[in-house]
């Protein structure tokens, strides 16, 4: 994910603290990985280097100085390209899991066991997933489904893999 | 490739189970077990004899050999009165498709067991509604099935497969014919409400998604099962 344009588009509402950015960023979309502070400051500096965002205003406290930002025509521009551009979805080939299953027919070991393990895995984690959306808001809902489905397409392909062992077996031996 | 021998507490356990349908060997020393409250997939390919293991474990199909305990009990020794009996009153059963008769109401239809074991049709129907409700499909009591969707329908066939209170919930695919979102609140329902009664499910699906819904999962393939958790 490219925090710099979330950043940026979590201040088209107007401008932000970056305390308060990090704060909606991780309540947003920082579910499992919050962001730290240093990622905050350090991506603020770069996009008001920039110019995509610029200095609405310091406080002066006890601390450090606080400053608001607020996102410029460019930042707004910026994000606009970035959501218009579609992502290049992921290849996928040459997995782990293709290199572990070839490499476990090549040397004579069970190839079935490496993908039932990770079967059990990848369910695993759905548990997990399937769990969080059942007691989780429909934000959560949604990223939950993301990422049910891909593992889904993951055992796809592992049952299709499983169902060709012996072909897979006979070829790698050639 | 086969389970070991049953844990302690086992409600349902099964010990190299053999089958044959003619020359095809549905089973082939396949075992199981799953506790009260538990929610257990049996996953594997098309073919691969996870259907027909869950018609031995419901006593539908006598296995070739191997045992089947059912609360400490061995289900061979069971005449067919006795394996009826526990169909009908400690089992309960969800499929996906027609399951329902046509004829009857939705409330008649969720009744329908209860009626079979001789209960009144008036505290019969009130149970049915009550489980209608828990399944969020109440509203359809006084229609009939050609009257509802495939996701109510199937929320209908849920609330029948848990109106006699069964210890084991057998659902062969009972998503199969749904959509995504249909399909999930089936599985949210069926699994809450097994698991407010402590009722174990033996839950037979192909799908990820459904089989996220379990506890654990067991895999059949070439009529040998495998279970995931206690071989790790």
């Known amino acids: ?174 | 490739m086969n389970a070991p021998a049953a844990p302690a507490g086992s409600l349902l356990t099964a010990e190299e189970l053999r089958k044959a349908y003619g020359p095809t060997l549905a089973l082939d020393g396949a075992g199981f077990s799953i506790h009260p409250g538990e929610v257990v997939a049996v996953m594997g390919p098309s073919g691969s004899g996870k259907s027909t293991l869950l018609h031995c474990l419901a006593g539908i199909v006598p296995p070739d050999s191997g045992s089947i305990m059912y609360a400490g009990r061995e289900m061979a020794t069971m005449n067919d009165a006795e394996r009826s009996a526990l169909r009908r009153s400690e089992f309960g059963f969800v499929f996906q498709f027609g399951q329902l008769v046509p004829e009857l109401t939705c409330v008649e239809n969720v009744a329908l067991p209860l009626r079979l074991n001789g209960t009144s049709r008036k505290e019969a129907e009130k149970t049915a509604l009550d489980w209608m409700r828990r399944l969020e499909v109440d509203d359809l009591a006084k229609k009939r099935p050609g009257e509802v969707s495939g996701g109510q329908g199937q929320r209908v066939a849920v609330a029948r497969s848990l109106v006699t209170g069964p210890r084991v919930l057998f659902a062969d695919e009972p998503t199969g014919a749904l959509d995504s979102l249909n399909g999930e609140r089936v599985m949210e329902l069926l699994t809450d409400a097994a698991r407010s009664t402590n009722a174990a499910v033996v839950l037979v699906t192909h799908e990820a998604r459904v089989a996220a819904y379990s506890d654990r999962e067991i895999v059949v393939r070439d009529g040998k099962s495998r279970d995931m958790e206690r071989a790790v």
């Open chain 1, 1 to 174: 994910m490219s925090i710099g344009h979330t950043l940026l588009g979590l201040l088209e509402s107007g401008p932000r603290h970056g305390y308060d950015l990090k704060r909606a960023f991780d309540e947003k979309f920082g579910h499992d990985r919050p962001l730290h502070y240093g990622q905050v400051y350090s991506t603020m500096s770069r996009l008001l280097k920039n110019g995509l965002v610029e200095v609405d205003g310091i406080e002066a406290g006890g601390g450090p100085e606080r400053k608001r930002y607020a996102i410029t025509d460019a930042g707004v521009t910026d994000v606009e390209r970035w959501l218009a551009t579609p992502e290049k979805p992921e290849e996928y080939l040459q997995s782990t899991l293709y290199t572990k299953v070839v490499l476990a027919l090549l040397t004579h070991r069970n190839a079935g066991d490496v993908l039932d393990s990770q079967r059990s895995e990848h369910l695993r984690s759905m548990r997990i997933l399937t769990d969080r959306k059942r007691h989780g808001d429909l934000a959560d809902q949604l990223v939950c489904d993301h990422a049910l489905f891909h593992l889904e397409a993951d055992l796809r392909w592992l049952e299709l893999t499983a169902a060709r062992l012996d072909k897979l077996r006979a070829e790698v031996a050639e």
